[in-house]
T-cell receptor
Framework: GAVVSQHPSRVICKSGTSVKIECRSLDFQATTMFWYRQFPKQSLMLMATSNEGSKATYEQGVEKDKFLINHASLTLSTLTVTSAHPEDSSFYIC??????????FGPGTRLTVT | QKEVEQDPGPLSVPEGAIVSLNCTYSNSAFQYFMWYRQYSRKGPELLMYTYSSGNKEDGRFTAQVDKSSKYISLFIRDSQPSDSATYLCAMYSGGSNYKLTFGKGTLLTVNP
């Protein structure tokens, strides 16, 4: 159990467009979902934490208006990168947490902005 | 001093070797400890989740926690080439705050 999916796995978009990434917990209800960003050969950088039905909590330095997070249900969270620019190109990973707190990660989405 | 210290390696071992991966931490509030394995261009996979000091075994993996020394370890027995990956330690303090603090990860290569 504890499977998390992400869609799409890879996306290429043009500068100025918006991209939506979906994160789903497939076999459990997630009390909390997290969004991370990872640069090559670096560890995970937490962007925001979200709970179902409430506003996301963003980490310092993360632009709320650029990275929109919607946590519509206990199994679905979405991250929308608005007006994407080449510097937004990165590997975005979501995770979902059950009651015990351990986080289960999705496979990641590679975003390339041209 | 960083909250979690982890030697980034790289660590290279022959197939069948016993691998020891370690993290130290400075925040005594951390109560829950995890080890993740991350293959290149993939999301991290949870390997071990521990709370108490002591050992926890799962197949070829053993997680060890020493809260008095603020030190955690992951041992891999009979290592296989498929174990080649980056291993991340992670921890959090508990309660309603599930925010994890990660080590930087150790890159492991198991040579056939």
């Amino acid at each position: 159990g504890a499977v998390v999916s992400q869609h799409p796995s890879r996306v290429i978009c043009k500068s100025g467009t918006s991209v939506k990434i979906e994160c789903r917990s497939l076999d459990f209800q997630a009390t909390t979902m997290f969004w991370y960003r990872q640069f090559p050969k670096q560890s995970l950088m937490l962007m925001a934490t979200s709970n179902e039905g409430s506003k996301a909590t963003y980490e310092q330095g993360v632009e709320k208006d650029k990275f929109l997070i919607n946590h519509a249900s206990l199994t679905l969270s979405t991250l929308t990168v608005t007006s994407a620019h080449p510097e937004d190109s990165s590997f975005y990973i979501c995770s979902a947490s059950r009651d015990r707190g351990e986080q289960y990660f999705g496979p990641g989405t590679r975003l390339t902005v041209t | 001093q960083k909250e979690v210290e982890q030697d980034p390696g790289p660590l290279s071992v022959p197939e069948g070797a016993i691998v020891s991966l370690n993290c130290t931490y400075s925040n005594s509030a951390f109560q829950y400890f995890m080890w993740y394995r991350q293959y290149s261009r993939k999301g991290p996979e949870l390997l071990m989740y521990t709370y108490s000091s002591g050992n926890k075994e799962d197949g070829r993996f053993t997680a060890q926690v020493d809260k008095s020394s603020k030190y955690i370890s992951l041992f891999i027995r009979d290592s296989q080439p498929s174990d080649s990956a980056t291993y991340l330690c992670a921890m959090y303090s508990g309660g309603s705050n599930y925010k994890l603090t990660f080590g930087k990860g150790t890159l492991l290569t198991v040579n056939p």
